[in-house]
T-cell receptor, first 115, second 110 residues
């Protein structure tokens, strides 16, 4: 079974540009969430989508947005890039467990460098 | 105060040692507890998942959750050099949004 797939793996953008990152969840997983990982702040939750609807959103500015398609694939977009947006962006997909919880699996991430 | 506190290490142990990794948390709503392992420049890999309090064992790994003291532990028995990585505890109230600790960097020396 294929894992969570993220593209592109590495990219370099200039300040002020925008970027779109793509994520394909594990087959059968309907929930997709996004996280930002930086050396200073660690792993921080961006947002979560289920059945094309955003269910949760972290404490990030409106420049960060996302969407989910009917096939559960998801994209996140960052507009007007700032140097501080340089980070590893991780997509995770999850499958509901009987206890109401989820096991959440991460992709390898997209390394974004803003220059 | 962060919701999840984790000693960042670094922690170095000899091969074969028992490793103890710990986290504390402050949010009483957390009921789902996970441990992830992250190798350099890779995504986090789910190691253990525990719902509510108790112990869970999987091979050389044992996860313990004590909700009364808000204390979470991961034990690694017979540690191997391949266990060298950053270990992240992650907690959640709904299991849809994870709050991570800062991670503990572990090195197992051959």
């Amino acid at each position: 079974k294929a894992g969570v797939t993220q593209t592109p793996r590495y990219l370099i953008k200039t300040r002020g540009q925008q970027v779109t990152l793509s994520c394909s969840p594990i087959s059968g997983h309907r929930s997709v969430s996004w996280y930002q990982q930086t050396p200073g702040q660690g792993l921080q939750f961006l947002f979560e989508y289920f059945s094309e609807t955003q269910r949760n959103k972290g404490n990030f500015p409106g420049r960060f947005s996302g969407r989910q398609f009917s096939n559960s694939r998801s994209e996140m977009n960052v507009s007007t890039l700032e140097l501080g947006d340089s980070a590893l962006y991780l997509c995770a997909s999850s499958f509901n467990l009987g206890d109401g919880g989820n096991t959440i699996y991460f992709g390898e991430g997209s390394w974004l460098t803003v220059v | 105060q962060k919701e999840v506190e984790q000693d960042p290490g670094p922690l170095s142990v000899p091969e074969g040692a028992i490793v103890s990794l710990n986290c504390t948390y402050s949010n009483s709503a957390f009921q789902y507890f996970m441990w992830y392992r992250q190798y350099s420049r890779k995504g986090p890999e789910l190691l253990m998942y525990t719902y509510s309090s108790g112990n869970k064992e999987d091979g050389r790994f044992t996860a313990q959750v004590d909700k009364s003291s808000k204390y979470i532990s991961l034990f690694i028995r017979d540690s191997q050099p391949s266990d060298s990585a950053t270990y992240l505890c992650a907690n959640s109230g709904s299991a849809r949004q994870l709050t991570f600790g800062s991670g503990t960097q572990l090195t197992v020396l051959p």
